[in-house]
C-alpha cells in the first residue's frame, strides 16, 4: 500500500485501494465526469463532494511510490 491509503479508506470509503497511478488516473477521470455532469444539473453539493475526492486522489497520487 502506499503512503495516502488510510486518508482514502477514511474519507473516502475505498475497500479496495488502487494499486498503482493508471488505477487512481482512472478514478480521477471517472469522478470528475460525474462533477461535471451533477454541475450540469445544479447539484452543486455533490459537484463539490466530488472535487474534495479528486482533491483526494490527486494528492494520493503522488504518495504513490
Known amino acids: ?3 495516502a491509503a ?4 477514511e474519507t473516502m470509503g475505498i475497500e479496495e485501494l488502487p494499486q498503482n497511478m493508471s488505477e487512481i488516473a482512472k ?3 471517472s469522478l470528475t465526469k460525474e462533477m461535471k455532469e451533477a454541475a450540469k444539473n445544479l447539484e452543486f453539493e455533490r459537484a ?3 472535487r474534495d ?4 486522489l490527486k494528492t494520493a497520487e503522488l504518495g504513490l511510490s
Open 53 to 56: 475526492k479528486i482533491r483526494k
Open 27 to 29: 478514478m480521477i477521470s
Open 1 to 3: 500500500e502506499f503512503r
Open 6 to 9: 488510510e486518508i482514502l479508506k
Open 48 to 50: 463539490a463532494e466530488l
